[in-house]
């Protein structure tokens, strides 16, 4: 349409001025990437040599539309695939988080995280059967060949499979995410650790996860003897034990002042003057772009949030926002 194109243009010529992605001048590597359609989820048992991997849609998260994979392999896939579901049970027992806060603020979401036994079990079982998960996004582009690789070499050893070096992978991404905030948000280094506890767990999993959404990885892919397919999924619960065990590791063994409301009102000060900042730089835009627009018509601040917020704020700088100010234009 005329008027969409328009709104692109008139969109483009304001993202080629100063803004740049970037809140109060600081540079923001969360810039939006258009969400791709994905691959995904599980493949019927076959007495062939080769196997038709059909790699779809999960319940859990539609990926996009599915596409074949064929894969050799001299294996004979038995009933008894992966790791046994017993070591389900034994991995949920050992998820240990330390609540360090007293008060009724810090003793809460998002503080902490709460686990539902069920979905953990339902995820190591996936996991106890994955071969692969996406680190990367160039990886797409080369989605099939990996998938037909990894899944070969699986198929020699089945008891490889990904759980340890997915946990390595969240634990850089937390490290890299945590980072990024204290440079944004101009935090201290003697700070940084308070901080980062007052963000909690709970938030951070949301940062993780938008990530995962925003740039097409996280992915983990299994193999399913009954249907002969391979399939996709976020492991969403194990990923909140892998946060708290983070946690329990790089900030609840520290001596931190955990409980002291000052200090939370000085971060949450921090925060409202670049959030403050941040917002005026939206609002002169939004009122430059409407100015652009032809005669009679106009874009509301919410519908512009929709189209560039990510990009023009950074996504984990909104959810930032929204964790720690009780109004916000986000909400």
């Not at 990024?180 to 101009?186: A, E, G, H, P, V």
């Not at 900030?251 to 005026?280: G, V």
Request: charged share 35%; glycine share 4%.
């Amino acid at each position: 349409m005329e008027n969409d194109y328009d709104l692109d243009e008139i969109l483009s010529e304001i993202d080629s001025d100063d803004f740049n992605g970037s809140i109060s001048g600081y540079p923001d590597n969360n810039t939006y990437s258009e969400k791709e359609n994905d691959l995904p989820d599980e493949m019927p048992e076959s007495e062939s040599d080769t196997f038709s991997i059909s790699v779809e849609k999960t319940e859990e998260r539609a990926m996009g539309s599915s596409e074949e994979v064929e894969v050799e392999t001299d294996e004979v896939i038995s009933e008894n695939f992966g790791e046994p579901e017993s070591t389900v049970e034994d991995l949920s027992d050992k998820v240990r988080f330390t609540v360090k806060g007293t008060k009724f603020w810090n003793t809460r979401e998002p503080y902490i995280i709460k686990i539902e036994p069920e979905k953990l079990g339902k995820d190591m079982s996936l996991l106890a059967k994955s071969f692969y998960f996406i680190r990367d996004k160039t990886e797409r582009d080369k989605i099939e060949h990996t998938v037909k690789l990894k899944f070969a070499r699986f198929m020699r050893n089945t008891s490889r499979n990904v759980i340890s070096d997915y946990e390595e992978f969240i634990f850089k991404l937390i490290i890299s995410e945590t980072d990024k905030m204290l440079t944004r948000f101009k935090i201290d280094r003697e700070k940084s650790k308070l901080f980062i506890y007052h963000i909690g767990p709970l938030t951070l999993y949301r940062i993780v996860l938008k990530k995962f959404d925003l740039d097409n990885i996280g992915s983990c892919y299994r193999f399913s003897p009954e249907k002969g397919s391979v399939f996709s999924f976020i492991p969403e619960e194990y990923i909140k034990t892998v946060i708290l065990k983070w946690y329990e590791i790089n900030i609840n063994t520290l001596k931190l002042p955990f409980d002291n409301e000052t200090e939370l009102d000085a971060i949450i000060k921090s925060i409202t003057k670049i959030y403050n900042a941040s917002k005026r730089q939206f609002l002169i835009r939004l009122n430059e772009l409407n100015r652009k627009l032809p005669p009679g018509k106009s874009i509301e601040s919410h519908r512009l949030l929709e189209l560039k917020g990510n990009q023009w704020f950074g996504y984990s700088n909104i959810i930032i926002f929204k964790r720690f100010l009780k109004k916000t234009i986000f909400r």
